[in-house]
């Protein structure tokens, strides 16, 4: 890759280049537009939420506002105010939860194994891809059964349970490519299974736990599907005080779009702050395939 | 569900004999509440899903009593329910399709080293941090199905690029509307496809590549021979990924369409929309049909994953 760069700038002359300059000339095109044709909804609710009330028709769609008010994004913060509120205090503590279990989790099945460590993998995996449809009604009874009230603290629950199956697999694959030799050490100097985990294994940990975190952290404020189920417009986290605001009757698209903006600001800047992370240890993942 | 399912193949190391050198009370004790918890929440729940599902318990209140398989036989000849599972097949397709293509376009782009790759790349796969709900309601404004001088969103632009005949009624069109449907899905998930193959472009080592080339492969050879086959796990990967999210479209269309929109019908909106008129053995039945078509997909997976780890 970089290795080739430097002799195609040497020697510069030889006919093959212009052939090469085109090909770049293309591949950046594609780029680009690829780009812009990505940001394109971006720049629909970035510009619609500055729009007055009269300026939303469809002759004026695609143009900057005639003016730029900020009207939309008031109303719109009175609407999803609370409701961030509130998914603040249900993602946090069930991210964190959610990670620490399957930290522990992870740890058992690759590093502190006992018979049959596979076959309780396996089935702890499959939990990730049920679709939820399929326990829903029973679901719903369960909760009530066991008396824990809807909006913030059922969705906790719901998050941190159904959340263990992929904080599990993160951290087993994490710890599975740290060295044996770790914990034997550890073993010998004769310390326990806690001890082993809380002195070796849970300080290098961090870069397991920026990923499960960041993803636990995205899922659980994205979600819908618990929140309808669990939560009301009066208690529900920001999706549905969203998708309230924007399905109304009378279409506020200013409203909408802020509103919009407004939700997904957390998720983004945790993207755009740890991306890197992300995409690293997406790659550290799959590399080994 | 990210990153995580390419790397379920990677197995711990266990050296031979190590297994059991210390007690195996302790790991089990520890890792206990997860597999109560799990028993309850996913194995339990599903059976008594699958018993709901056998009830005549179409009202709010106790069963009135075991039906068997009748209100499987029941949705399976209800053309609706037909109907909205051909959307289903329809949507997924499609939406496999597109995120692949897309993903496997932009890495490849983007795997030599270029100029501003970590921005493109960043581009490409901020929608994914965004949630389904507020997608979608910048969505259903750019998907908008009037035409002509009242259209707006993509309508009006394409009729402002003079590219009238590209204007349509995206979802509301009866035979193909849940097509409309899979745009926003793709836009939203190829980025994360493309993070998938890049990973997997930058895993094949580069002697594999200068050895194909000494040995006079051209470019097109190299691709078919070397880089193809050594995708192919990120591939199916990706396959597994994306299809079962898309089995379970669910988000997207609540905030595009809505629910009572029969032009996008899937059987999680169905599914919901009978719990909510109290129809309980409907709805647990159309909820076990949908696990089935996940199954179908995903314990295959599962399997060869747990094969491979025996035989390590």
Same mark, same amino acid.
């Given at each position: 890759?970089?290795?080739?760069?430097?002799?195609?700038?040497?020697?510069?002359?030889?006919?093959?280049?212009?052939?090469?300059?085109?090909?770049?000339?293309?591949?950046?095109?594609?780029?680009?537009?690829?780009?812009?044709?990505?940001?394109?909804?971006?720049?629909?609710?970035?510009?619609?939420?500055?729009?007055?009330?009269?300026?939303?028709?469809?002759?004026?769609?695609?143009?900057?506002?005639?003016?730029?008010?900020?009207?939309?994004?008031?109303?719109?913060w009175?609407?999803?105010?609370?409701?961030?509120?509130r998914?603040?205090?249900?993602?946090?503590?069930?991210?964190?939860?959610?990670s620490?279990?399957?930290?522990?989790?992870?740890?058992?099945?690759?590093?502190?194994?006992?018979?049959?460590?596979?076959?309780v993998?396996?089935?702890?995996?499959?939990?990730?891809?049920?679709?939820?449809?399929?326990?829903?009604?029973?679901?719903?009874?369960?909760?009530?059964?066991?008396?824990?009230?809807?909006?913030?603290?059922s969705?906790?629950?719901?998050?941190?349970?159904?959340?263990?199956?992929?904080?599990?697999?993160?951290?087993?694959?994490?710890?599975?490519?740290?060295?044996?030799?770790?914990?034997?050490?550890?073993?010998?100097?004769?310390?326990?299974?806690?001890?082993?985990y809380?002195?070796?294994?849970?300080?290098?940990?961090?870069?397991?736990?920026?990923?499960?975190?960041m993803?636990?952290?995205?899922?659980?404020?994205?979600?819908y599907?618990?929140?309808?189920?669990?939560?009301?417009?009066?208690?529900?986290?920001?999706?549905?005080?969203?998708?309230f605001l924007?399905?109304?009757?009378?279409?506020?698209?200013?409203?909408?779009?802020?509103?919009?903006?407004?939700?997904?600001?957390?998720?983004?800047?945790?993207?755009?702050?740890?991306?890197?992370?992300?995409?690293?240890?997406?790659?550290?993942?799959?590399?080994?395939? | 569900?990210?990153?995580?399912?390419?790397?379920?193949?990677?197995?711990?190391?266990?050296?031979?004999?190590?297994?059991?050198?210390h007690?195996?009370?302790?790991?089990?004790?520890?890792?206990?509440?997860?597999?109560?918890?799990?028993?309850?929440?996913?194995?339990?729940?599903?059976?008594?899903?699958?018993?709901?599902?056998?009830?005549?318990?179409?009202?709010?209140?106790?069963?009135?009593?075991?039906?068997?398989?009748?209100?499987?036989r029941?949705?399976f000849?209800?053309?609706?329910?037909? &109907?909205?599972?051909?959307?289903l097949l329809? &949507?997924?397709?499609?939406?496999?399709?597109?995120?692949?293509?897309?993903?496997?376009?932009w890495?490849?782009?983007?795997?030599?080293?270029?100029?501003?790759?970590?921005?493109?790349?960043?581009? &490409?796969?901020?929608?994914?941090a965004?949630?389904?709900?507020?997608?979608?309601?910048?969505?259903?404004?750019?998907?908008?199905?009037?035409?002509?001088?009242?259209?707006?969103?993509?309508?009006?632009?394409?009729?402002?690029?003079?590219?009238?005949?590209?204007?349509?009624?995206?979802?509301?069109?009866?035979h193909?509307?849940?097509?409309?449907?899979?745009?926003?899905?793709i836009?939203?998930?190829?980025?994360?496809?493309?993070?998938?193959?890049?990973?997997?472009?930058?895993?094949?080592?580069?002697?594999?590549?200068?050895?194909?080339?000494?040995?006079?492969?051209?470019?097109?050879?190299?691709?078919?021979?070397?880089?193809?086959?050594?995708?192919?796990?990120?591939?199916l990967?990706?396959i597994?990924?994306?299809?079962?999210?898309?089995?379970?479209?669910?988000?997207?269309?609540?905030?595009?369409?809505?629910?009572?929109?029969?032009?996008?019908?899937?059987?999680a909106?169905?599914?919901?929309?009978?719990?909510?008129?109290?129809?309980?053995?409907?709805?647990?039945?159309?909820?076990?049909?949908?696990?089935?078509?996940?199954?179908?997909?995903?314990?295959?997976?599962?399997?060869?994953? &747990?094969?491979?780890?025996?035989?390590?």
């Amino acid at each position: 890759m970089t290795t080739e760069a430097i002799p195609a700038a040497v020697t510069s002359r030889i006919p093959g280049e212009r052939s090469r300059v085109v090909g770049r000339t293309i591949k950046y095109v594609l780029l680009i537009g690829f780009a812009l044709v990505v940001l394109l909804p971006a720049y629909v609710l970035f510009v619609t939420s500055f729009k007055g009330l009269g300026d939303a028709t469809p002759a004026n769609a695609w143009k900057l506002p005639e003016s730029w008010e900020t009207a939309g994004w008031s109303r719109a913060w009175e609407q999803l105010g609370p409701a961030l509120g509130r998914t603040f205090a249900m993602v946090i503590p069930a991210s964190i939860i959610s990670s620490m279990l399957g930290s522990m989790n992870g740890f058992v099945l690759s590093k502190w194994r006992f018979p049959g460590a596979d076959v309780v993998f396996t089935l702890i995996l499959f939990g990730m891809f049920i679709p939820y449809q399929a326990v829903m009604v029973p679901l719903v009874q369960l909760m009530s059964n066991l008396g824990v009230p809807n909006g913030v603290p059922s969705l906790i629950v719901l998050h941190v349970v159904y959340g263990l199956p992929i904080t599990t697999l993160i951290f087993r694959n994490y710890y599975a490519g740290v060295p044996i030799e770790l914990v034997e050490a550890a073993r010998v100097d004769g310390a326990g299974m806690l001890r082993t985990y809380a002195s070796i294994i849970l300080p290098i940990s961090a870069p397991a736990f920026v990923v499960v975190l960041m993803w636990q952290f995205t899922s659980a404020w994205n979600d819908y599907l618990f929140a309808l189920f669990f939560s009301s417009s009066r208690n529900g986290p920001v999706t549905i005080a969203l998708n309230f605001l924007a399905s109304g009757q009378l279409q506020d698209y200013s409203a909408s779009m802020a509103g919009a903006l407004i939700a997904s600001v957390p998720t983004l800047i945790i993207y755009i702050l740890l991306g890197r992370y992300f995409v690293g240890g997406l790659m550290a993942g799959s590399v080994k395939g | 569900m990210s990153s995580t399912v390419p790397s379920a193949v990677k197995r711990p190391r266990r050296p031979k004999g190590r297994i059991g050198g210390h007690g195996w009370v302790a790991p089990v004790l520890l890792i206990l509440p997860t597999v109560i918890v799990i028993g309850v929440f996913v194995y339990g729940l599903i059976g008594s899903n699958i018993n709901t599902s056998l009830q005549d318990r179409h009202h709010i209140g106790p069963s009135q009593g075991f039906v068997g398989l009748d209100n499987y036989r029941d949705l399976f000849t209800d053309d609706d329910f037909l &109907y909205s599972l051909r959307n289903l097949l329809l &949507y997924t397709a499609t939406f496999l399709l597109g995120t692949l293509c897309l993903g496997f376009l932009w890495a490849w782009l983007l795997e030599r080293k270029s100029r501003g790759e970590s921005l493109f790349r960043a581009i &490409y796969l901020f929608p994914m941090a965004v949630s389904f709900v507020a997608s979608g309601v910048v969505w259903r404004w750019l998907l908008n199905n009037a035409e002509g001088d009242r259209a707006s969103g993509l309508n009006r632009l394409f009729g402002s690029l003079h590219l009238d005949f590209l204007q349509n009624p995206w979802w509301t069109n009866e035979h193909w509307g849940i097509l409309a449907i899979a745009v926003p899905a793709i836009w939203q998930l190829s980025g994360y496809v493309m993070a998938l193959f890049l990973a997997g472009f930058r895993g094949i080592p580069e002697e594999l590549r200068e050895a194909a080339r000494m040995d006079g492969a051209s470019e097109w050879q190299l691709y078919r021979h070397v880089i193809f086959p050594q995708l192919s796990p990120v591939a199916l990967s990706a396959i597994i990924i994306i299809g079962h999210m898309s089995l379970k479209v669910f988000d997207l269309i609540m905030a595009i369409a809505g629910q009572t929109n029969y032009t996008t019908q899937v059987p999680a909106i169905q599914m919901w929309v009978e719990f909510t008129r109290g129809d309980y053995a409907k709805s647990a039945a159309i909820g076990t049909i949908l696990l089935l078509i996940v199954a179908i997909l995903i314990v295959p997976y599962l399997v060869s994953t &747990y094969r491979q780890e025996r035989r390590r």
